[in-house]
């Protein structure tokens, strides 16, 4: 059995986040960070009628546009404890996420944290990485994606949450 294609990615890239219409989203490949984390302006967590968490999130992820936000809804997996760049430990929820990277369309599980002081909005860590991707830090953007097109994502799949994203 051969071993699947792992594709060469820079230290930045763009991703797609097809589950909610959002495209070209900066994202820093970060190899010393475990866990991912999407960027969020504000989070609210509630709890749905059958009494499962869940996150209702305001997304900016276009730095030069500040004004296009998005706002969805997502279920909560879990809460977790994670260092945040200033080494404190805080507790942060994770959500599931359908990312684009490149030719693959996958579930990643990312904390959701503050990144408005940061350049990129997304931190893509070493799980999000595995088994997929190698990553050379001379380059930014080493991956000439192609446009997903809508119907091979199956729409019973978009399991990971709910909204439109359309700039607001």
């Known amino acids: 059995m051969s071993e699947p294609q792992r594709w060469l990615i820079g230290w ?5 986040l097809p589950q909610w219409n959002l495209f070209r989203v900066r994202a820093k490949i ?3 960070a475990r866990t991912s984390t999407l960027g969020v ?3 609210q967590i509630e709890t749905d009628p059958q009494g499962q ?3 209702r999130v305001v997304l900016a992820l276009y730095r030069r546009q500040p004004q296009r936000l998005a706002e969805v ?6 809460l977790t404890r994670v260092r945040n760049s200033s080494g404190r430990t805080e507790e942060r929820p994770v959500v599931e996420v359908l990312l684009q990277l490149g030719p693959i369309c996958y579930w990643v599980p990312m904390t959701l944290a503050n990144r408005s002081a940061m350049l990129c ?3 893509l ?9 190698v990553v050379d830090v001379t380059q930014r953007s080493a991956l000439k994606r192609p446009r997903l097109i809508q119907s091979e994502i199956d729409p ?3 399991r990971g949450g709910e909204g439109n994203s359309n700039a607001r």
Do not use: K, M, N, Y
Not at 12 to 16: L, N, P
Not at 73 to 78: C, D
């Open 12 to 16: 930045r890239e763009w991703i797609d």
């Open 30 to 32: 970060d190899t010393g």
């Open 41 to 43: 302006q504000h989070c």
């Open 53 to 55: 968490r869940q996150a």
């Open 73 to 78: 809804t997502v279920p909560i997996l879990r």
């Open 121 to 123: 909005p997304v931190l």
């Open 125 to 133: 860590g070493r799980q999000a990485l595995q088994g997929r991707f």
């Open 156 to 158: 019973l799949s978009l």
